[in-house]
């Protein structure tokens, strides 16, 4: 048996607009809203978020399948030129709490409706926090990553040509 806790996390707002269906490219220049929970909380929720322009993001993939989750090894994108990489060698949805983290630019607050560019979750994503992004909790020191990685994301962040 593990010791490992375990807890409930609450959604505390959802994602509004943007993309309806997940992809694996183009997110650049997707917006829409992260609206948060008004029975919860008030405006004073937000005071001072304007000063920001990034957010992180973490929400929950709400639309994977539950039958497709991966604990070991595989490849990313199915792609056999790349090597085969574990769980935790991946940003990718098949994860056991199925969480996503996103980093994105911060456009309008209003009242409790955050506008947001750049957010890789879809419309009706349950969001489970909220943080400014500090420029201090950056990476410290040189940054490296594996080679499949860059190939794979060239496109991540690129234009999204759909209406």
């Not at 409930?8 to 809203?33: F, K, M, Q, Y």
């Not at 792609?79 to 996103?102: Q, T």
């Not at 419309?123 to 990553?145: C, I, M, R, S």
């Amino acid at each position: 048996m593990s010791d490992i806790e375990s807890f409930t996390v609450e959604a505390l707002g959802r994602v509004v607009g943007g993309r309806a269906e997940p992809t694996d490219d183009n997110w650049g220049g997707t917006r829409s809203i992260i609206r948060l929970d008004g029975e919860r909380f008030t405006a004073d929720a937000t005071k001072g978020l304007e000063e920001f322009s990034h957010l992180e993001v973490v929400f929950r993939f709400h639309l994977t399948d539950p039958t497709d989750l991966n604990l070991g090894a595989r490849r990313p994108r199915d792609n056999p030129d790349w090597p085969e990489v574990g769980i935790f060698g991946h940003r990718n949805m098949r994860r056991l709490n199925w969480l996503g983290v996103s980093r994105c630019r911060l456009l309008k607050v209003d009242g409790l409706d955050l506008h947001v560019e750049d957010l890789d979750a879809v419309d009706g994503t349950p969001v489970l926090d909220v943080k400014p992004w500090f420029a201090e909790f950056g990476p410290q020191g040189a940054v490296h990553q594996a080679q499949w990685s860059t190939d794979m994301l060239g496109d991540y962040f690129a234009p999204n040509r759909t209406p």
